[in-house]
Nanobody
Framework: QVQLVESGGGLVQPGGSLRLSCAAS????????MLWYRQAPGKERELVAS????????RYADSVQGRFTISRDNGKNTAYLQMNSLKPEDTAVYYC?????????WGEGTLVTVSS
C-alpha cells in the first residue's frame, strides 16, 4: 500500500523556521522525483519545490527561493522541506508528491500557520 505521510507542520511566528518531513512507503522511493506543493485558503495549489530521484536537480518557486530547502534521504525513504524566514503568506497546507514513470502519489498534507 502506497503511503506518503507529511509531518512537522504547526504554528510559527513570522521569521521562524519549520522542517517538514514526508515519509514514503509502498513504492520504490528512489525511483521518483519528490515535490512539495502548498495550498492556501481560497487559492490554487502551487508547486513550492522539487528534487529529482537522486537529488541532482532542485528547483524552487520564486516566492520561496533562498528561504526554503528541499532534500531527500533515499536510505530513509523520506523527503524534507526546511523552511526558514517564514512569512504570513507561507500559511498553507503543505503536500508532498512522488512523481515518476506513471506514478503520481500524494500525502494528505500538513498545516503550516505563520502568525504572531
Amino acid at each position: 500500500q502506497v503511503q506518503l505521510v507529511e509531518s512537522g507542520g504547526g504554528l510559527v511566528q513570522p521569521g521562524g523556521s519549520l522542517r517538514l518531513s514526508c515519509a514514503a512507503s509502498g513504492f520504490i522511493f528512489d525511483n521518483d522525483a519528490m515535490l512539495w506543493y502548498r495550498q492556501a485558503p481560497g487559492k490554487e495549489r502551487e508547486l513550492v519545490a522539487s528534487i529529482t530521484y537522486n537529488g541532482a536537480n532542485i528547483r524552487y518557486a520564486d516566492s520561496v527561493q533562498g528561504r526554503f530547502t528541499i532534500s531527500r534521504d533515499n536510505g530513509k525513504n523520506t523527503a524534507y522541506l526546511q523552511m526558514n524566514s517564514l512569512k504570513p503568506e507561507d500559511t498553507a497546507v503543505y503536500y508532498c508528491n512522488a512523481f515518476g514513470d506513471g506514478r503520481d502519489y500524494w500525502g494528505e498534507g500538513t498545516l503550516v500557520t505563520v502568525s504572531s
